[in-house]
């Protein structure tokens, strides 16, 4: 791996955390596919890094055709022949050739073309058809992108409006950054087949507005939730082993975690901070991006870890059994311990394994230990 391919990997997994991201995927005869692979759902993006340093000589037209060749031409062959084989594979080998991972049986590919080096001294498009849809960028804009919409689900909704959308656009500006700060300031949305003429260093001066400043003030918060996911990968992933169903219930759970917006999150951590800094003992939250996840918060002093995902556990049980028996439960519990935050994690999708016996222990949980009874008699009066 390249210093420049390694650079636009870290930046990847560490925006999108390691489960999204991999580098140097393998096909046929060991033959590397791209330099990064990010798999979210039915959602694939494909990323060809090439730095090329061109020699400036006299004739500029020259160094342009010779750095496009070797920068993006050389880029959206290798992106064509990854996505061809992927399309009939159902997996792919990382770069030891040993693990395999799976692919999703439905497949939508976005394409990247990440071409370093040209210092801007070559005029770069934003898209390019060839077989499909293709983003072409370079170190400064995919930088400002992975930092502005640094959640998976938030890169692939840019990712998917600019292919839906964008298909014949113009537009005028110094790089995709200006795109981006359009994108950003038009409530995360690009109008329909138009022309767009942006000022130069529109990206820039849009960092310095007041909105700006205040957006980015209020997400703050947010990186709560994503030191919860780093905190799970940290406690179960390194310490479990790989062939746990611990493990692969706290993957899952992380996925679904790591899928939810930078805003949605903000709302995520507002809720679970409510828990913790009031009376509150634990609350039933609905992902404000997923109605088919419930979360549940809890916050108390225990005993010791045992009773605490104890208690985290039946807690979950009794919030699908209130709300919806076929969804998935997120439960998170919160405990001050020796001045670090310390954070438990559990996982339960009931769908296909709910039974009387559990309507029974959910019941018990309501009327002997009193967990969620509020809700429940509120339920029962509305159904009155």
């Known amino acids: 791996m390249t210093k420049s391919e390694e650079w636009a990997f870290n930046l990847c997994e560490n925006s999108f955390f390691s489960l999204f991201s991999f580098a140097n995927p393998i096909g046929k005869k060991g033959k590397e596919l791209c330099d990064v692979i ?38 959206l062959k290798q992106l064509n022949g990854a996505e061809r084989f992927l399309i009939s594979s159902s997996n792919f080998k990382l770069e030891d050739g040993k693990i395999e991972i799976e692919l999703p049986k439905e ?26 849809y293709v983003n072409i960028m370079d170190e400064i804009s ?10 998976i689900t938030d890169f692939l909704d840019y990712l998917k409006e600019k292919q839906e959308k964008l298909t014949s656009i113009h537009f005028s500006g110094q ?16 109008p329909n087949d138009t022309y767009l003429f ?19 003030e209020k997400k703050k918060n947010s990186y709560k939730w994503d030191f919860i996911i780093n905190q799970i990968s940290h406690n179960h992933f390194q310490r479990n082993g790989y062939n746990t169903d611990t493990l692969n219930s706290m993957i899952i759970a992380c996925k679904l975690m790591a899928q939810e917006t930078r805003h949605e999150r903000v709302k995520l951590v507002n809720n679970l901070e409510h828990v913790i800094n009031s009376n509150v003992r ?32 039946i807690r979950c049980l009794v919030a699908a059994f209130l709300y919806n028996k076929s969804a998935a439960v997120i439960g998170i519990a ?12 559990v996982y339960h999708n009931y769908q296909e394994v709910w039974t009387n016996q559990f309507d029974r222990n ?20 509305t159904e009155s």
């Not at 590919?109 to 060839?130: C, D, H, V």
Request: proline letters at 2%.
């Open 38 to 75: 990010i798999i979210c759902g039915s959602d694939i993006v494909l990323i060809s890094v090439k730095e090329i340093n061109i020699k400036p000589s006299d004739n500029f037209e020259v160094d342009y055709s010779r750095w496009t060749k070797r920068a993006i031409e050389s880029s």
């Open 282 to 313: 634990a609350r039933i939250f609905y992902s404000p991006s997923f109605n088919h996840i419930i979360y549940v918060f809890l916050s108390s002093k225990f005993n010791n870890s045992n009773e605490r995902r104890k208690e985290l556990e």
């Open 362 to 381: 959910a019941l018990n949980a309501i009327n002997d230990l009193g967990y969620f009874k509020n809700h429940y008699n509120e339920l029962q009066n």
């Open 142 to 151: 995919f930088h400002c992108i992975i930092s502005e919409l640094d959640t």
């Open 175 to 190: 790089g995709e950054e200006d795109l981006l700060a359009f994108y950003l300031s038009n409530g995360f949305d690009f």
């Open 198 to 216: 942006l000022d130069d260093d529109l990206y820039e001066s849009a960092k310095t507005s007041a909105e700006y400043i205040k957006e980015r």
């Open 334 to 345: 919160w405990e001050k311990q020796n001045d670090l935050d310390t954070y438990d994690v």
């Open 107 to 132: 497949k939508n590919f976005y394409k990247i073309a990440l071409a370093i080096g040209g210092q801007r001294k070559f005029p770069m498009p934003e898209s390019i058809e060839n077989n499909g």
